[in-house]
């Protein structure tokens, strides 16, 4: 089974609770919005620590490096099986300065040209209402549970 590690970052503005979710890059994503942004996360191998892999992939994917603490949420698997691992962090960033990684894809499919992109073209700071909107359906319950560990009503 692959496994993913990721991290739901969020901030407190007065009273009010804030997540992080991130964009995927690349044209096949670039018009989709609702249901497709992401707890910015990354897969990692049996001989890797999974919270040092989220944290890794936050800074990867963001150039941000979360401090914790962490707070540990219940697994979830994701619509095409893969297991992602989270934790809860509180932290702040600016998503106009974010720095990802990049891949190289062929674009379009099957047509031998090869085009870099970021793994991640954007970020946002969300209401928990709005974020469960935008973020992948399967990772709904992270927000949810954030939420019940922190005492806010949804």
Known sequence: MRKSAGILLYRKEKSKIEVLLVHPGGPFWAQKDLGVWSIPKGEYNENEDPLLAAVREVEEETGYRPQGPFLPLAPIKQKAGK?????????DLNPETIKSNTFKLQWPPNSGKWITIPEVDKAGWFSP????QKIIPTQIPLIVELLVNLKIDN
């Open 129 to 132: 209402a709005v974020a469960k």
């Open 83 to 91: 297991q992602v691992m989270a934790w809860a962090a509180e932290g």
